[in-house]
């Protein structure tokens, strides 16, 4: 079991460039929750997947953030047109059933970097 | 408002002292988490517990619902245990977590 993947670990956008994040979750899981981690927000949530569809996704910020899940084996969060105040670690967790700890596996994050 | 205040924001102990982690909840807790986070790693749960005292090792997590809060005790801690701990706190939906601001911890040897 390699738990929850995502990739990349690090990405560097310029200002006004796209951003496309993976997460591999663990197999077997049907929930799928993506969070947002600064120093200054602390975690924030951002959506949730049960069984690919999409659930709640009241924390993305609307105008430039999205994320699916085509497949049981991966989800994307996409953000268009970065800006600086979207860099943060991306968090990526998934879940046999429900965010109870004994079940809510957490990825290593993608730290991204808009300049 | 903030609806999960964590502390201490930061603790530093010497080997072998006890840390003792609080996290209170401004709204009527529905259920708590405690999570661990090792400077560039992921968060790794440490307990589930929506009330009473649960125990794993030198670990003790104590929620009393009526009085809104929720304590982590680490005995006899160790260099291994530095990091940021953080509290969560379930809300209604069932799979919203609120988080607390978490408190980094050093130990010293």
């Known amino acids: 079991n390699a738990g929850v993947i995502q990739t990349p670990r690090h990405k560097v956008t310029g200002k006004g460039q796209e951003a496309t994040l993976w997460c591999e979750p663990i197999s077997g899981h049907s929930a799928v929750f993506w969070y947002r981690q600064t120093i200054v927000q602390g975690l924030e949530f951002l959506t949730y997947f049960r069984n690919q569809a999409p659930i709640d996704d009241s924390g993305m910020p609307k105008e430039r953030f999205s994320a699916q899940m085509p497949n049981q084996s991966h989800s994307t969060l996409k953000i268009q047109s970065t800006q600086p105040q979207d860099s943060a670690v991306y968090l990526c967790?998934?879940?046999?059933?429900?965010?109870?700890?004994?079940?809510?596996?957490f990825g290593s994050g993608t730290r991204l970097t808009v300049l | 408002g903030q609806q999960v205040q964590q502390s201490p924001a930061s603790l530093v102990l010497q080997e072998g002292e006890n840390a003792e982690l609080q996290c209170n909840f401004s709204t009527s807790l529905n259920s708590m988490q405690w999570f661990y986070q090792r400077p560039g790693g992921s968060l790794v749960s440490l307990f589930y517990n929506p009330s009473g005292t649960k125990q794993s090792g030198r670990l003790t997590s104590t929620t009393v619902i009526k009085e809104r809060r929720s304590s982590l005790h680490i005995s006899s801690s160790q260099t291994t245990d530095s990091g940021t701990y953080l509290c969560a706190m379930l809300m209604d939906s069932n799979y919203q977590l609120i988080w607390g601001s978490g408190t980094k911890l050093i130990i010293k040897p």
């Open positions: 967790a998934s879940s046999t059933t429900g965010p109870s700890a004994e079940t809510l596996y």
